[in-house]
């Protein structure tokens, strides 16, 4: 409805249409088998992760935050679940993965995923991530791998249940 005024003071309804052609859409599913890395992705992203604390004890926790930042013509991040870590061989022989399915909080046109995880070894490091997102211009799989991150873990000196004082 649009209004026409009279006199300043009181106005008429008058009804408006408008017609537009039809407009066919097709949708498709995106392909199957999917790789194991695929997270739902359509389009698009950007995968960056972070580690805090880098340097630590063996067995002390750490925060590893991985954000998908999408692209401006991307599926939502809605769509977006939690890589699973605890099918990456590195992970699983170096960390114990306290959180294996984080809930993902969505901010703006980025989604952040926290994975919570305690050092096995000294010698534990955050590996190369290889994600998986469906391009649907060339209607295939695309692989994006993280940046490793180094971290500083030192054997834990406080000593464990089995120590005694002699």
Same mark, same amino acid.
């Given at each position: %409805? ?5 006199? !300043? ?13 039809? =407009?066919?859409?097709?949708?498709? !599913?995106?392909? /199957? ?6 997270? &739902? ?6 995968? @960056?992760? /972070?580690?805090?604390?880098? #340097?630590?004890?063996? &067995? ?11 692209? /401006? ?18 992970? @699983?022989? !170096? ?22 995880? #305690?050092?096995?070894? =000294? $010698?534990?490091?955050?590996? #190369?991530?290889?994600?998986?997102? %469906?391009?649907?211009?060339?209607? #295939? %799989?695309?692989?994006?791998? $993280? $940046? ?5 873990? =030192?054997?834990?000196?406080?000593? &464990? ?6």
């Amino acid at each position: %409805f649009a209004a026409e005024g009279l006199d !300043d003071k009181s106005y008429l309804p008058k009804r408006i249409v408008a017609v537009a052609p039809a =407009v066919t859409v097709e949708v498709r !599913d995106v392909p /199957s088998p999917r790789p194991a890395s695929y997270c &739902g992705g359509i389009g698009d992203y950007r995968w @960056v992760v /972070s580690a805090s604390p880098t #340097r630590l004890r063996v &067995g002390d926790p750490l925060t590893l935050t991985l954000d998908v930042e999408r692209g /401006s013509k991307s599926g939502s991040l809605e769509l977006i679940s939690a890589p699973d870590l605890s099918s990456v061989p590195e992970i @699983v022989e !170096d960390f114990e993965l306290i959180d294996r399915n984080p809930t993902g909080r969505i901010e703006g046109s980025t989604k952040h995923f926290s994975y919570a995880m #305690r050092p096995k070894k =000294v $010698t534990a490091s955050i590996p #190369r991530l290889n994600l998986t997102s %469906f391009d649907p211009n060339t209607e #295939r %799989f695309v692989d994006v791998s $993280t $940046t490793p991150i180094a971290l500083e873990i =030192v054997e834990d000196e406080r000593g &464990g249940a089995d120590d005694t004082a002699g």
